[in-house]
């Protein structure tokens, strides 16, 4: 009987060492890569083909990427947040018209234009975000204010908007989101939606090219940070919110795992709990940031009714290795690492 419990004991203890052993190795592996900071960018993910984008087109989606990942990477090296730089690097997206991200957001069912946005700090846990607001120019930065001025999470709407004037926020007019390629996507899906040919989904999707707007960095302080900012889907209702605002869906970041921003149909993602699932993985399953973003994008979000869960993420974990992984045919993309290596690309490679 004695012998029988020293050896189930001494059983026990080499099993344990294993399983020690494999965790240490695979972090040890990252560790002795651990980037100073990292950076990462998407501006939406969609049904793109190379076809129906001019070289002048690619060349102004590429050209954008890297003015606003510079921004991110300047804060970065010079030894700023990753909040800062997730923060600065969004406002360059929402203003450029190219992005369905303030100036360029998407229309509304009733011709508005309704933003959501939502920022995650990777050391604190703090997070903030915005849904519904018709007014506030740089959503990013009402998420900022939320999460670190008022007692909240998440406010909505005129409530919102409210509490952006309150913090000196700049507010502009609805007619300054107005853009003709997002009032043609409006129309196209309306015309298709009557004649009933496809579903009001199927052309949304094509529409929307889900151009919203997102950021993951490390920073040299070993922070990591999340943002997402959107003007959700072509033709959204009834007050319809999506993923974006939805820390643990859109947004996500944990210092001891990773920092993740969502693109995609939204409903998808909430119902997938995407960011935060491959924050889990990383920290239940022990998964590398590149296992546990392809086993939610590639596996578990296509599982939803049929595949119809459509994006992708971008991320960064505590080692500042960068995932951008997608089941589109193209998701607008950059990073950059702490040698100032860039990398820009639109499609599947
Ligand atoms: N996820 C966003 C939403 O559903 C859309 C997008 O990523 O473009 O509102």
Redesign the pocket.
Known sequence: MKNTVFFLSLLFVLVSCKRDTKTTSKNTHSKSQKAEFSIVIHG?AGMMKKDNFSPEKQKAYKEKLEEAIRVGYDILNDGGTSLDAVQKTINILEDSPLF?AGKGAVFTNEGTNEH?ASIMDGKTLNAGASAGTKTVKNPINLARAIMNKSPHVMLAREGAETFAKEQGLDIVRPAYFYTEKSMKALERVKASENKKTTSLYDETLKA?K???VGCAALDKHGNLAAGTS?G??TNKRWGRI???PLIGA?TYANNNTCAVS?????EY?IRGMVAYDISALMAYKNLSLKEAAKEVIQNKLPSLDNGQGN?GIIAVDSYGNVAMEFNTSGMFRATMNDKGELYVGIFKN
Not at 262 to 266: A, E, I, V
């Open positions: 939406g369905n959501d929307s889900f151009g919203t959107t959700g889907m999506g993923d974006s859109g969502s693109t995609g149909w939204g993602f994006g």
